[in-house]
C-alpha cells in the first residue's frame, strides 16, 4: 500500500515536471514583440539570444525525458539507468536555467562597466514572457531535484535508510 | 573481502576508495583553480576616449568580475565545491576505521550529486555571458569587450576551462559515489535474506 502511493506520488511528480518543462519551452518560444521608435524598428525574438535557444532546447530535451519515463513499467531493469539519466536531465535544466538567468539579467539591468544599456524598456512584455519562461523552468528543476532524489532512493535499497 | 571493507572499515584501500580519492582530488584542483583565476581577474586599462583639439582625453576603465552577477556565482559556488570536496576527502582519509552506518553514504552520494549540478549550473552561465563579452550580440546592440580587454578575457576563458574540467570530474565523483552506495546495499540485502527466515 505504502509502495503503491509511492509510485503514484512520483508519477504524479513527474508529469508536474513534464508539464513545467513543456510551459517554460512553449512560453519562451511564442515571446516575440515588435516594437519601433522614431523610424527604426525593432523585434526581439528568443533565437537573438544564444541562452535563450539553449534554454529552449533543454526544456525540450527534459519534456520529451519525462514524457518517456512516466511509461516506464515498474519491474524494469532500465530503472538504475533512470538515476543517472535524472542527473542528467538535473544538470541541463540547472545549466539552462542559469544561462537565461544571467543574460535576462544582463538585459533588464545592462551592464554600466561594458556599456551595454538595459532592453526591457524597449520591449516589456517580451521581458515579461521571458520571465515567465524563467519561472516555469525553476520549477521544472525544482521538481527534477526531488525526482533525483526519489530515484536514487527507489533504486538503492530502500532497506538503507532504516538500518540503525 | 571487498563489500565488508566498504562498510566496516570505513573504506580501507580498495580500489574504489583509490578511485575515489583520486577523482576528488582532481576535481578540488580544477574547481579551486576556477574559483581562484576569476576571482583575481581585473583588467585596468587607459583608453582614447575623444580628441579635443589635438589632446586626447583618456578615460581608465577596469574590467572586473565584479560587475558581472554572473562572474561573481561564478566564483562563489565554485568555491562551495572545492569546499565540499576538501571537506569528502578529510572525511574519506581520517575515517578509515568508523563504520558507516545507515544514512552516511547515501548523504555524501546525495551531497556530491547536488554539487555537480551546483557547478554545471555556475560553469554554465559564466560562459554563456562571456561568450556576449566575445562576440557581442547585434540584436541589443551590446558591443564586445573582448578586443579590447585582451588579459581580461583571457583569465576568463582559463576559469571557465577549469571549471569545465570540474564539471566532469564531478559527474564521475557522483558516479563513483553511488556505486559505492549500491555495493554497500546489496551487502545488506544479501544479509537480511540470509537473516531473516
Known sequence: MVKLTKRIGALVLR?????????????????RERASFFAVSLEAKYTDMAAFKYFVI???VVSVYSFLVMFLPKESLLWKFVVVLDLVMTMLLTSSLSAALAVAQVGKKGNANAGWLPICGQVPKFCDQVTGALIAGFVALVLY??????SLHSVVDPFLLQKS | MPREKILFAGGGTTK???LLLG???LAFIATFAAAIVMGLNKETKTLVVATIGTIPVKATLTANFQDTPAFVFFVIANAMVSFHNLLMIALQIFSRKVEYKGFRLLSVAILDMLNATLVSAAANGAVFIAELGKNGNKHAKWNKVCDRFSVYCDHGRGALIAAFSGVILMILVSAVSISRLSINSNKFSTAAA???P
Open chain 1, 15 to 31: 508529469l508536474v515536471a513534464f508539464g513545467a518543462a513543456l510551459a517554460a519551452l512553449i512560453v519562451m518560444v511564442t515571446s
Open chain 2, 16 to 18: 574504489s576508495w583509490k
Open chain 1, 58 to 60: 533543454a526544456n525540450a
Open chain 2, 194 to 196: 540470509v537473516a531473516s
Open chain 2, 23 to 25: 577523482l576528488r582530488i
Open chain 1, 145 to 150: 531535484v526531488l525526482l533525483l532524489l526519489y
